[in-house]
């Protein structure tokens, strides 16, 4: 195959330069990889029934009818990070001396434990049970957007070691937060500047372009599109959106929560054929609570799903930038086969 | 030890918050320890000395007198890398269409090869083998300086295989490129903003109020200073800012380069003992080439060196933030012993 020429690129909407240097892929590489596999026993994870005491109570679960909370029968259990980010108990002042600027380190940290199964992953977990997670996640969402003190929710996934997971068992997690980070402010920034030039939410314009274009699609059904950003950070990096204008994952509708479960096990099982079962992350993008719920004309959610297959280094830290030495189009055309 | 309290921090010139949650240095971890040691021959290391001939020829190398370019007699060497994010040879020009901009991915990406002895890292090196590399930073700097298509350099480097290293032979990178990272934009955007309100560069405040403080020194001397930053990213991270208001690595004197080189030493020898050798980064940031040679009034050269003992996760790549289990106060207290 021709190897293609270097390109730089970005979208004005994240302002973020992004390096394509496809001969990258072939420069040597002289340590082990990593150890992805994580052969942990069930006996000491914390994540698995029976062990619910070695969590923090439960926030919330979906369980059999008859049975107890912080006991053994659910399907989806929520609890607090044992050693979360954030925590609550105080108040966030924002206070600023000189340069610098800082408050308590109040907010929220849960974790989502998406299946009772050690071993399973989402590809291989029912479509009910992806659907069920989802569902679980739209609540969790929904709940802390409820909280005053909360002004930006982030939600993630850290699948494998490589990816920034500390445990193996297949779990969710939601940082509520009482600022909204500056990256975030950036890009809303933008957006609405767009929606103001064109009379149109800047995200459906991009769906609407990449759906008529089409060598960049992954997969999409009546409500879902997945397709390789033109500037991806990462090599089979996906961006999954909802065709319909919404502004957070909690309006999803319940119709939507299956196929959206179908369309991100079809990615991750594509992804895992592609890239040799690679870490990633799945990462929730979505404007801050006061936007979503203020002029929501330019917020648009969506997720990332980041294979995790180089390590960032000293230049994406000095820059802020990435280089990908696979091409958007040609992971597309990967992970459709 | 008592657990200090969270906290979240930021300083206002790169605006990025850091959640300080000194708790999550307790939670279980799974996985088994990264092999750090990549105990690789110098047989197949193409920076060894006997191997120029596995590299494009040098650019650039303090060798013996009677000794030849792309032959063996060189202390430092530099070479353009065989993989390089950017390459020469075509024009830059950037287009936009709709929401994204892109253009050829021009530019220069050079590889300085530290030492010719396989496995020796910069706390092993003699001072005046530091102090040779660091004058080569200078002119490999200076000289791309000169280039009217790059806008920004960046120069870093990678030790070990988490810190992104593909190689093991010390080496230090440099890309010059076409763009200016919005990251840096952004920070230079604030920094003259400050300088405008103020009167003074903020690096040369910021310089002084860390020394006052003392509190987060780790050390200095007559011609440089290096502390744990207010708001650092990672766990033991330290920042080194020349006392001396100085807008670019390339304006370095030569009586700074060693009094530089001694610093560096002593900054990685105390991260060796405490964090037991790990992998890191180093990191020089300044402003854009434009930036440097106009009104260089607020910009101020440094370097960070980011040990990476932790993943990047869904967190971070989410929103930019960084979530830190060590507090600069005790970090610098730890690396000073």
Tied chains: 1, 2.
Excluded at 135 to 143: D, E, F, I, K
């Amino acid at each position: 195959m021709k190897i293609q020429e270097r390109e730089l690129r970005r979208d004005r909407l994240d302002g973020r330069w992004v390096i394509f240097a496809p001969e990258r892929g072939r420069r040597p590489y002289e340590f082990h990889p990593a150890d992805r596999v994580a052969p942990s026993s069930v006996g000491a994870c914390p994540f698995c029934p029976g062990h619910e005491g070695r969590t923090p109570p439960e926030i919330f679960a979906l369980r059999a009818g008859h049975s107890r909370a912080d006991g053994p029968g659910w399907r989806v259990r929520v609890v607090p990070n044992k050693f979360g980010a954030l925590g609550a108990g105080r108040t966030f002042r924002r206070r600023t001396s000189g340069l610098i600027e800082f408050g308590a380190g109040t907010g929220v940290h849960e974790v989502i434990i998406d299946t009772p199964e050690h071993r399973r992953e989402w590809p291989d977990l029912p479509i009910t049970q992806v659907r069920d997670v989802l569902a679980v996640w739209r609540s969790r969402l929904a709940a802390l957007e409820t909280d005053a003190a909360v002004r930006f929710i982030q939600l993630f996934k850290n699948k494998g070691r490589e990816a920034g997971a500390s445990l193996s068992h297949a779990h969710t997690q939601v940082i509520g937060m009482p600022v909204v980070p500056a990256d975030v402010a950036r890009e809303t920034a933008r957006a609405g500047q767009e929606r103001r030039k064109t009379g149109a939410c800047p995200y459906c314009r991009w769906i609407a372009s990449e759906k008529a274009l089409g060598k960049r699609l992954v997969a999409f059904d009546s409500h879902f599109i997945a397709f390789a950003p033109f500037a991806s950070r990462f090599p089979y990096e996906t961006r999954l959106f909802p065709t319909r204008h919404s502004a957070a994952f909690s309006g999803t509708r319940d119709e939507e929560l299956a196929s959206l479960a179908k369309i991100i096990r079809t990615v991750l099982a594509a992804l895992r054929r592609v890239a040799c079962d690679p870490p990633y992350n799945i990462v929730l993008r979505q404007a801050s609570v006061a936007v979503r719920k203020g002029d929501a004309r330019s917020a648009h959610w969506s997720l990332e799903i980041l294979p995790i297959l180089t390590h960032i280094a000293g230049f994406e830290l000095g820059t802020g930038m990435y280089i990908n030495h696979v091409f958007p189009e040609q992971a597309a055309e990967d992970l459709r086969k």
